[in-house]
Structure formats: structure tokens, C-alpha cells
């Protein structure tokens, strides 16, 4: 081999662990955002973080919203923050319980480091189900906690559960809680799996909350009413006109998730990827 060759192929050589740098930009590029929430893959969370978002980004998830409320499976929000950005993921959002309401400026510090917009109350405790008061409370609560976020630079939401959409004598509490709550200060991410299985529509509470509306759990569900989730396109939520009806196109932030399976949970994730995304792509233009 004469020098110029050789001096060729130790640039070729150099050159090469770039390579999938470039196509990674590239990849990235072109895919829809669209995330998925952690609790879709909690068991495989547990069991090994890392790799289970490795995972995620693999798929071709650009964002996760991650689990405050399960403590992140106990990887510190700096280290967390440094295995998300070299995988390219981003987190917009976390979901939080009433413990982090308590130590609410730590979740606010966690937040900043981890790149959150939101942080997202998951539920009322159980024991708050068809008591209208806890409901009440809660909106006050959480109109409290909006206050000191938005200080803060940040938002904080609340995300439905089934139990939300029970109506107690006629009265249905997830609507005393969004009324009460300031949307100066209280932003909603509407789950439309959880609001079906309550036996909601999530189109027709899309079309009732309207622009409250900024952060969505896409989820279905065999029926309205139903005991448990299904992979997306095997129910009865429409979502290429859930997608239409939503407000603030430009900024709303979707997040894949599934709670019950048919085999592994990594392989439902990969199907609702499969058939959510091409949605996500016409609807973004």
C-alpha cells in the first residue's frame, strides 16, 4: 500500500465513528414528535432504565414523560438528564403524586435539571373517588402550586383517571375540578384511554375543554366503559379526528401509553408507534 493510500484510509478510519452521528441527526429529523409515557414500559423501567430507553428512542420516540411519582426508578435527575440527551430524547413532562406536591420547590429544582415544561399531577389520591370535596380541594390545591410554577417557569397540569369521570349524584368530578382550577395557571392533559374507560368521550370532552387542553395521553379503549386499555387502533377512539379537534397544534405534546397487554409491553409500544405516527405526521403537516 503506498502512502497516499494509506493516509487515505486512516481518514476513512477517522472518519467513520461520525458516520452514525450524521445519520442519526438525519434519522432524527425526520421523525414525527411523538412520545410515550414511561408507565407504558414502568416494568422494564424497573428492571433497567437505560437500556429501556434505549428502547424507546430505538422506536423512534423523540420524547418520554417520565415518572417523578415512581421516583424515576431511582436514577438521579442529573444522571437521567445525561442518559436522555445522549440517547436524543427529551422530556417535557413528568407525572408527580400529592408526595411531590408536599416538596413542591425540590419538584420545581428536578424539573429545571431534567428539561420539563410541565410537571403533572397523575391523580387524587384513591380514597378521593366519588367525594366531591377532595376534588375541590385538589383544584385549590393545584391552583397554589400553578402559581409558584409559573414563578418558576413552568407549568403544572392535571391528568385524568377513569375514577374522574363517575359521576356522584348527577355531578361529575372531574368537571368540578377543571372548573374550579385558573387556566392561568392549571393546564390539562386530557388521557382519552382513562376518559373512555370512565365511560367519557374523549371527543366530546376535547370538544368541551377545548383549548385547557395542551398535553395528551393517546390511549384507547374496546369500548366506552371498559375495564382496560387496548393497543392503539383496536377501539373505539377515533383518533385521526381526536388529532383535528385539537388546540394548539404547535405546541401540544403527545405521549403514547398503554397500561395492559396482549404479550410484551416493548412490543405494543413498537405497533402504537407504528400506527400512531403516520397520523402524527399528516396531522403535523
Not at 79 to 101: C, M, N, Y
Not at 110 to 126: E, K, M, N
Not at 168 to 190: A, E, H, I, W
Request: proline share 5%; net charge neutral; charged share 25%.
Amino acid at each position: 500500500m503506498d502512502r497516499r493510500s494509506f493516509l487515505g484510509r486512516l481518514g476513512a478510519l477517522a472518519l467513520a465513528p461520525n458516520v452514525p452521528r450524521v445519520l442519526r441527526a438525519a434519522e432524527l429529523a425526520k421523525r414525527p414528535r411523538l412520545g410515550i409515557q414511561l408507565y407504558t414500559l414502568r416494568d422494564d423501567a424497573a428492571k433497567d432504565l437505560a437500556g429501556t430507553l434505549a428502547k424507546i428512542a430505538d422506536i423512534g420516540y423523540t420524547d418520554v414523560e417520565l415518572l417523578q411519582s415512581m421516583k424515576n426508578f431511582g436514577m438521579p435527575p442529573k444522571e437521567l438528564r445525561a442518559l436522555l440527551d445522549r440517547l436524543h430524547l427529551r422530556a417535557p413532562s413528568t407525572h408527580i403524586g400529592t408526595e411531590e406536591l408536599d416538596d413542591f420547590a425540590r419538584t420545581l429544582d428536578d424539573a429545571h435539571v431534567l428539561g420539563h415544561q410541565y410537571v403533572v399531577l397523575a391523580s387524587l389520591p384513591g380514597d378521593a373517588a366519588g367525594h366531591l370535596d377532595a376534588y375541590r380541594a385538589m383544584a385549590d390545591r393545584l391552583n397554589a402550586a400553578g402559581e409558584k410554577a409559573r414563578a418558576a417557569g413552568l407549568w403544572v397540569a392535571f391528568h385524568d383517571e377513569a375514577q374522574d369521570f363517575k359521576a356522584v349524584n348527577g355531578t361529575v368530578p372531574y368537571d368540578v375540578l377543571v372548573s374550579r382550577t385558573d387556566p392561568k395557571l392549571v393546564r390539562l392533559q386530557l388521557d382519552t384511554g382513562n376518559c373512555a374507560v370512565g365511560g367519557g368521550d374523549p371527543l366530546v370532552y376535547l370538544g368541551k375543554y377545548a383549548d385547557r387542553y395542551w398535553l395528551y395521553h393517546i390511549k384507547d379503549a374496546p369500548s366506552l366503559g371498559a375495564e382496560h386499555d387496548t393497543e392503539l387502533g383496536k377501539g373505539v377512539v377515533d383518533f385521526k379526528r381526536l388529532l383535528a379537534r385539537i388546540h394548539h397544534k404547535a405546541e401540544a405534546i403527545l405521549y403514547v401509553e398503554q397500561e395492559t397487554y396482549p404479550g410484551a409491553p416493548i412490543d405494543s409500544a413498537r405497533r402504537d408507534y407504528a400506527y400512531l405516527a403516520p397520523l402524527v405526521t399528516a396531522w403535523r403537516g
